[in-house]
C-alpha cells in the first residue's frame, strides 16, 4: 500500500502546474521577464521602435472595454502611453511568470503616481501579457491593462 500511496503522489506532483513550470525551467521565465523589462523601459525612454519590435505581428491590445490590433496601437495608443512615462512615476510589483511549452503569460500589478495632462495621477493598475515563442524569441502576443483611482484607506 505504501508504494502505491508514493506512485500516487509521484503522478499528482508530476501533473501539477509547478511542475510543469519546472520542466520548462526558469530561463524561459527569465526570458519573459526580460521582454516585459524591455517594453516598459521602451515606454519610459521614449523608444516607440523598441517597443514595436517586442510585439508580435497579430498582437491584441485590450485597455478600457477597447480592443487595439498593432498598428492601431502604434498609430494612437503608443505616442501617449510613452508620454505618460515619461511624466508619471511607475512602480512594479513582483511579476507572476508561467511558461508552459512556447506559451506564457505575465501578471502584475503597478502604481501610478504624478501629473498627467494637468491632471493628478493616484492610481493602481493590473496588466496581462501572453507571450508566444518563435523562432525570433518570446512575443508579446496580448496585452490587457486595468487600472483604477487609489482609494484611500478606510
Do not use: C
Request: glycine share 8%; hydrophobic share 45%.
Amino acid at each position: 500500500m505504501r508504494n502505491f500511496r508514493g506512485a500516487g503522489w509521484a503522478v499528482v506532483l508530476a501533473l501539477s502546474p509547478m511542475s510543469l513550470a519546472a520542466q520548462t525551467g526558469s530561463g524561459a521565465e527569465a526570458e519573459i521577464q526580460r521582454v516585459v523589462d524591455a517594453f516598459h523601459a521602451g515606454l519610459k525612454s521614449g523608444d516607440g521602435a523598441a517597443v514595436m519590435q517586442l510585439l508580435a505581428p497579430d498582437v491584441l491590445l485590450l485597455e478600457a472595454g477597447g480592443i487595439e490590433t498593432r498598428a492601431q496601437y502604434e498609430k494612437d495608443h503608443l505616442p501617449a502611453d510613452i508620454e505618460f512615462e515619461k511624466v508619471v512615476t511607475t512602480s512594479f510589483k513582483p511579476y507572476r511568470v508561467i511558461v508552459v511549452g512556447d506559451a506564457a503569460w505575465a501578471v502584475n500589478s503597478s502604481d501610478y503616481k504624478g501629473t498627467f495632462r494637468d491632471r493628478a495621477v493616484d492610481s493602481v493598475g493590473v496588466e496581462l501579457m501572453v507571450f508566444s515563442k518563435d523562432s525570433s524569441g518570446w512575443r508579446i502576443r496580448a496585452v490587457h491593462w486595468s487600472s483604477r483611482a487609489r482609494r484611500p484607506p478606510p
